[in-house]
Nanobody
Framework: QVQLVESGGGLVQPGGSLRLSCAAS????????MRWYRQAPGKQRELAAR???????NYADSVKGRFTISRDNAKNTVYLQMNSLQPEDTAVYYC????????WGQGTQVTVSS
């Protein structure tokens, strides 16, 4: 079965960096696009970044130039490098894959605060 396990969240000061990881299993990782979503308190879940199976990336305007999505097909893992973090980046971050339906990880909390 499809499993997605996120890690790497935490508390960071404004201007700091974090790297999130999502370990995937249960499907052919190298063949699919992977996504990072985030959900801030009281807001809808939004797409932050996407990487296709060929490595093409797309970003939300709010994170463009600060976040970088990447993947390691040998490790079945997708990453989200987050730099220049701001309080508005505070959210639960979710890894996502669509395989006939959406699958989600459990989420990892990112809190940006001084």
């Amino acid at each position: 079965q499809v499993q997605l396990v996120e890690s790497g969240g935490g508390l960071v000061q404004p201007g700091g960096s974090l790297r999130l990881s999502c370990a995937a299993s249960g499907f052919t990782f190298s063949s699919v696009s992977m996504r990072w979503y985030r959900q801030a308190p009281g807001k809808q879940r939004e797409l932050a970044a996407r990487i296709t199976n060929t490595g093409t990336t797309n970003y939300a305007d709010s994170v463009k130039g600060r976040f970088t999505i990447s993947r390691d097909n040998a490790k079945n893992t997708v990453y989200l490098q987050m730099n220049s973090l701001q309080p508005e980046d505070t959210a639960v971050y979710y890894c996502n894959v669509f395989r006939f339906r959406d699958y989600w990880g459990q989420g990892t909390q990112v809190t940006v605060s001084s």
